[in-house]
């Protein structure tokens, strides 16, 4: 009990710390460039002591660092896109009452953090000449797997998400959204669903899965990316898609390999994701199914 009590002050002390850093301008800050205690405390109008103990709190949960030469920056790129994630504690008791999504929720930042930057899960993925990669949140596997393969041509999903992001020419963009885009039978050495099936409920991730089957070529990969139930960070991941959508949910391995088979996909296969840092994210599986 000790240790869930200290556990649970060390949650609250650290999210204190980043909003206060937020709404400082700290967060920015360091975000665009490193800078001292003192910088910061001058540029954002805070006393020095209130500017160290917040980002000294923030070191000691993993989310900033500091430098050698004493400043302070980010430990993973982009602290300053999960400001969204700020008004949960607004929202959580209304969608948590209703069964309902916050209107606020709009993205799902912890998606896009995940998928956006482990370029360890592209290593999981086969090698592919043309791939269709199926995500609707801005955060595809597209742009790693075309630095990948420079032969490697890349379809995305036409969503404004995909748009805002300034692709390479090995990428198209495949008209429709995510039910009703219609991919060539046959067309696709690799279709990949980063972080989508989780939005949907089993019946909707399962028949998304069956409409995409026919797109690959014999000998074809379909992987699912995502967490899986029971995973390291599911419960806080599965939060999230509280807050945002209707009907999403953590689903369990056990589902994912029913859908893959259920698809006419064969050899379904699991590999597990990991990195130096894993502890401090959601676990990721690579689930395959096969064309035959």
């Given at each position: 009990m000790t240790a869930a009590l200290l556990g649970l002050h060390r949650a609250a002390a650290t999210l204190s710390a980043y909003?206060?850093?937020?709404?400082?301008?700290?967060?920015?800050q360091i975000?665009?460039?490193?800078?001292?205690?003192?910088?910061?405390?001058?540029?954002?109008?805070?006393?020095v002591r209130g500017v160290r103990v917040v980002l000294a709190t923030l070191a000691d949960s993993g989310l900033v660092q500091r430098r050698a030469d004493g400043r302070y920056e980010p430990a993973t790129p982009g602290l300053a896109g999960v400001h969204p994630l700020l008004p949960w504690r607004d929202q959580v008791t209304d969608s948590v009452r209703t069964g309902l999504p916050a209107r606020e929720a709009e993205r799902d930042v912890i998606t896009a953090l995940l998928h956006g930057m482990?370029?360890?899960?592209?290593?999981?993925?086969?090698?592919?000449?043309?791939?269709?990669?199926?995500?609707?949140?801005?955060?595809?596997c597209g742009a790693a797997l075309?630095?990948?393969?420079?032969?490697?041509?890349?379809?995305?999903?036409d969503v404004p998400a995909n748009r805002r992001i300034d692709w390479s020419p090995q990428v198209d963009f495949l008209p429709g959204g995510l039910f009703d885009a219609r991919p060539t039978a046959g067309e696709y050495d690799l279709v990949v669903l980063p972080g989508v099936c989780h939005l949907l409920?089993?019946?909707?991730?399962?028949e998304l899965i069956r409409r995409l089957a026919p797109a690959l070529r014999p000998g074809g990969t379909l992987a699912v990316i995502d967490t899986l139930a029971g995973s390291h960070g599911a419960?806080?991941?599965?939060?999230?898609?509280?807050?945002?959508?209707?009907?999403?949910t953590i689903h369990d391995p056990a589902d994912y390999r029913r859908w893959l088979v259920g698809a006419g996909l064969v050899s379904p296969a699991r590999a597990d994701v990991g990195r130096a840092d894993a502890g401090r994210l959601p676990a990721l599986t690579v689930l395959t199914g096969l064309k035959p």
């Amino acid at each position: 009990m000790t240790a869930a009590l200290l556990g649970l002050h060390r949650a609250a002390a650290t999210l204190s710390a980043y909003s206060a850093a937020v709404q400082l301008g700290l967060i920015d800050q360091i975000d665009r460039t490193p800078a001292s205690v003192e910088d910061l405390a001058m540029t954002c109008g805070a006393s020095v002591r209130g500017v160290r103990v917040v980002l000294a709190t923030l070191a000691d949960s993993g989310l900033v660092q500091r430098r050698a030469d004493g400043r302070y920056e980010p430990a993973t790129p982009g602290l300053a896109g999960v400001h969204p994630l700020l008004p949960w504690r607004d929202q959580v008791t209304d969608s948590v009452r209703t069964g309902l999504p916050a209107r606020e929720a709009e993205r799902d930042v912890i998606t896009a953090l995940l998928h956006g930057m482990r370029s360890d899960v592209v290593t999981k993925l086969p090698a592919a000449r043309r791939v269709l990669d199926v995500s609707v949140d801005g955060a595809p596997c597209g742009a790693a797997l075309a630095a990948r393969d420079p032969k490697c041509r890349i379809s995305l999903l036409d969503v404004p998400a995909n748009r805002r992001i300034d692709w390479s020419p090995q990428v198209d963009f495949l008209p429709g959204g995510l039910f009703d885009a219609r991919p060539t039978a046959g067309e696709y050495d690799l279709v990949v669903l980063p972080g989508v099936c989780h939005l949907l409920d089993g019946d909707a991730a399962a028949e998304l899965i069956r409409r995409l089957a026919p797109a690959l070529r014999p000998g074809g990969t379909l992987a699912v990316i995502d967490t899986l139930a029971g995973s390291h960070g599911a419960a806080t991941h599965e939060l999230s898609l509280l807050l945002r959508t209707r009907g999403g949910t953590i689903h369990d391995p056990a589902d994912y390999r029913r859908w893959l088979v259920g698809a006419g996909l064969v050899s379904p296969a699991r590999a597990d994701v990991g990195r130096a840092d894993a502890g401090r994210l959601p676990a990721l599986t690579v689930l395959t199914g096969l064309k035959p």
